[in-house]
């Protein structure tokens, strides 16, 4: 009986090693791994680059506090910023911690306005921000509140979609609006881009801040660095994670310098937030995804990767509802609960994961090769072409 105390359905395969796109595991058989530990491991399992960057950076110092300066992480900042919206960086370790230090940002820039009642949040109903009990009563999911009552007060809904409903639970309370740019637990739901330019335009109205939980879709999962560069537009508030560490636990928050002016010291930290080993590979990951014609790459192969799966849809239309996503972050719809398809895949070599609405994901490394896609996309029609 496992000691882990039981949180998750796991399956029962483990891994011995990897090497890019594949992960060899315990039972002998090599899979093709398009899970990469849920859109973390953006440049595969073992790249020798980031490899490389750890070893050596383990040698000279591993950790120390932030009450010291610590050069790697401000090099990794000042990239983030000349490279986004961002004139400032706070880093943390997960995606959780970014999602929960962008509300304290927010409500705290209004507290220092003289505003300290302008402190709601306006999330999506059933998105996903994390799982620290402030963060669950931002999803507006009642699967992921039940049981941890009394409720974090704080956060209003809408309905993913729903305008109206989005303008009218809007008051002189709301500070910010926090979205995720692409909604990943939630489904593969693509925010359209005329409406975030919309969003945008309504915050600027209303002085509200916009934030996106980039966690999932940013650091080059959609073809361009930041998911929200696709509709040009500038949010003031961006938690970030999974992707920047390659592997390694990273998170950050870039924010513009209005959203800044609310912190001092004293009024946010993290122990091991940006700590030395955390920079070296998030400045490796950067080094590799900023290199001139990479994210186009990831673009070509996501609508090659998309297109391909609209093909196997359209000839088994009764299995696969949709294919969505954008870029290298791309969900299967299907008809009926996913857990037998995803199961079958494994059985064919090829790791998936679920998300909601009956969604199978597929989030390959970014340097991910098209043969690979096409071993994908062949194990994808034979999984369609026997299942019942
Ligand atoms: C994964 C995820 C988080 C939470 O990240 P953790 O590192 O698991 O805490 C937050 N927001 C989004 C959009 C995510 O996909």
Redesign the pocket.
């Known amino acids: 009986m496992s000691a882990i105390l039981n949180t998750y359905n796991r399956k029962k395969i483990s891994f011995l090693k990897g090497k890019g796109s594949f992960l060899h595991a315990t039972n002998g058989k090599k899979y093709l791994d398009f899970v990469q530990g ?1 859109a973390v491991n953006c440049l595969g399992h073992a790249n020798n680059y980031l490899n490389k960057a750890i070893i050596k950076q383990s040698k000279k110092v591993w950790h120390v506090s932030n009450v010291f300066t610590i050069p790697e992480q401000e090099k990794l900042a000042k990239r983030l910023k000349q490279r986004t919206f961002a004139d400032y960086v706070s880093f943390q370790n ?4 970014a ?1 929960e230090a962008a509300i304290k940002f927010a409500r705290r820039y209004f507290y220092t306005k003289g505003q300290a009642k302008k402190n709601r949040i306006l999330c999506i109903k059933n998105s ?4 620290t009990i402030a963060t669950i009563y931002a999803s507006g999911s009642k699967k992921m509140t039940e049981g941890f009552s009394p409720k974090v007060d704080g956060f209003d809904h809408f309905k993913f979609g729903d305008h109206k409903q989005l303008e009218k639970s809007i008051t002189k309370r709301t500070a910010a609006i926090m979205i ?1 740019t692409i909604m ?2 939630g489904g593969i739901k693509v925010i359209p881009e005329y409406c975030l330019k919309g969003l945008r335009k309504l915050c600027n109205k209303k002085n509200i801040l916009l934030i996106l ?1 980039e ?2 879709c940013g650091i080059g999962r959609t073809g361009k660095f930041m998911a929200f560069e696709h509709a040009k537009i500038k949010p003031d508030i961006v938690p970030i ?2 992707g920047i560490g390659g592997g390694f636990p990273v ?1 950050a928050v870039l924010v513009n310098k209005k959203v800044a002016s609310g912190m001092k010291p004293g009024t946010h930290g993290s122990t091991f937030g940006g700590n030395p080993l955390a920079m070296s590979v998030g400045n490796a990951v950067l080094d590799v995804i900023f290199k001139k014609g990479f994210l186009i790459e990831v673009y070509k192969k996501g609508k090659y990767f998309q297109k391909e799966l609209k093909k196997i849809q359209e000839k088994f239309p009764n299995i696969i509802k949709e294919v969505r996503g954008k870029g290298l972050l791309i969900g299967l719809v299907l008809h009926k609960n996913q857990t037998n398809f995803i199961n079958k895949l494994i059985d064919h070599k090829l790791l998936t994961v679920r998300a909601a609405e009956n969604v199978v994901r597929l989030l390959p490394p970014l340097n991910v090769t098209k043969q690979e896609i096409n071993l994908a996309l062949k194990i994808i029609n034979n999984v369609c072409e026997n299942y019942k």
């Open positions: 849920i997960s995606g959780a911690e999602t996903f921000h994390g799982r995720e990943g637990e939980d966690v999932q994670a999974k998170g």
